[in-house]
């Protein structure tokens, strides 16, 4: 299918774009497009692995506030400005080669629906866990992992019904809003975001609210209506209303299944390993929602039920029931470990199927010599 996107946010038409029309022109044309993609996902999990170094429980902006150096708060600043504008100048640069593809699609999206969760998980660091005094409750940063989650499900659930991803607003504004949160800390110092801002409340409250209000107010009813007006046209991917809300079965059960962990987990887990499970929430998104986006180009009907959920309802159910006793934590490392492996070589298969699929290399412009 072709691919097409529409992208109506003033910041991204009016001031990014020119700036990515200009960066693209230093790009050289040997360049594969999926190069600028994988280099931009690098760049966010290696400045991920450099914040867990110094912060792996989320505590060192809270406790111990010189605990992670300045010099990383800007390499953040830095990482995800590469990162946000990799991502912008990909599409752009694979129409100038003219070698745009399916694979492409797919490895800028899926490397998308992983980035956004490790986007987050790098920004909690900022916050750090609520000490009593500030912070954000390992809680409110679930949440938050979710509705961000629940955002990015939502535009390829609305590709997936109406052929077409409308690029969400809250993309382009998050992005800056984080490199503009980074450049602060690491000008400030973490103490900005311990002192209230306005009327008692700090700036991760408000950034909480932003979030919520953005997603329930503009982005969900915005999905909603994108569909119900390809409805009217009659342009609808689906006819039935089952094979329309399929897509959204094992997402909404992942979430459900997580939930009933974190409520109901006996030694708590979320807060002993809060870096840990939600690394585990964002890979097992990911997995499902790359799923949902190879379904939506090969238009094929996604599984019911994706296999991550049998072994999490197992794991769950023997935390929940007290059988995993003081095993909990262990059980949550084995797996995460089996998703982030899982996930890793789904990845690689699927790129090497496309690639030969379609005669082309992942990283070269050079064609494949048919054999």
């Known amino acids: 299918s072709q691919y097409s996107a529409v992208d109506t946010n003033p910041l991204s038409v009016y001031i990014m774009q020119p700036i990515w029309n200009k960066i693209i022109k230093i790009v050289p044309l040997w360049i594969a497009p999926n190069l600028l993609t ?21 505590t060192a902006s809270g406790t111990s506030p010189g605990l992670v150096p300045t010099w990383v708060w800007l390499f953040s600043a830095f990482t995800t400005f590469c990162a946000y504008a990799l991502d912008s100048i990909d599409g752009k640069h694979a129409r100038r080669t003219q070698s745009s593809t399916p694979l492409g699609e797919l490895f800028d999206h899926g490397l998308d629906s992983w980035a956004t969760s490790i986007f987050v998980l790098s920004f909690f660091s900022v916050c750090s866990c609520d000490n009593g005094k500030t912070g954000v409750s390992v ?31 809250g993309y382009d504004i998050s992005q800056v809003v984080l490199i503009a949160a980074y450049l ?65 079965v094992s997402p909404l059960l992942l979430f459900v299944l997580l939930t009933v962990w974190v409520v109901l987990s006996p030694s708590n887990i979320l807060a002993k390993q809060p870096r840990l499970f939600l690394w585990m929430v964002g890979v097992a998104f990911s997995n499902v929602i790359c799923k949902v986006i190879i379904c939506q180009m090969s238009s094929t009907r996604p599984e019911l039920l994706h296999w991550f959920l049998f072994p999490l309802a197992l794991v769950v159910g023997a935390a929940i029931s007290g059988l995993l006793g003081g095993m909990e934590e262990a059980a949550l490392g084995a797996f995460t470990a089996l998703v982030t492996a899982a996930h890793l070589h789904f990845g690689v298969c699927v790129g090497r199927q496309l690639s030969e699929h379609l005669n082309i290399y992942i990283f070269s412009l050079k064609k494949r010599v048919q054999e």
């Open 38 to 58: 994988f280099s931009g996902f690098v760049m966010i999990l290696f400045n991920y692995f450099l914040i867990s170094f110094y912060d792996w429980d989320y």
């Open 139 to 169: 809680y409110t940063m679930y949440i938050y992992l979710s509705i961000v989650l629940f955002n990015f499900m939502c535009s390829h659930w609305e590709k997936y019904n109406t052929g077409v991803l409308f690029l969400p607003w």
């Open 184 to 248: 602060l800390t690491g000008t400030v110092g973490v103490e900005v975001w311990q002192k209230p801002l306005l009327f008692g409340y700090y700036i991760t409250d408000l950034l909480v609210i932003l979030l919520i209000g953005f997603s329930l107010f503009l982005s969900f009813p915005q999905t909603l209506y994108n569909i119900h007006r390809a409805h009217l046209k009659k342009t609808l991917k689906n006819d039935s209303l089952y094979e329309g809300l399929l897509p959204l």
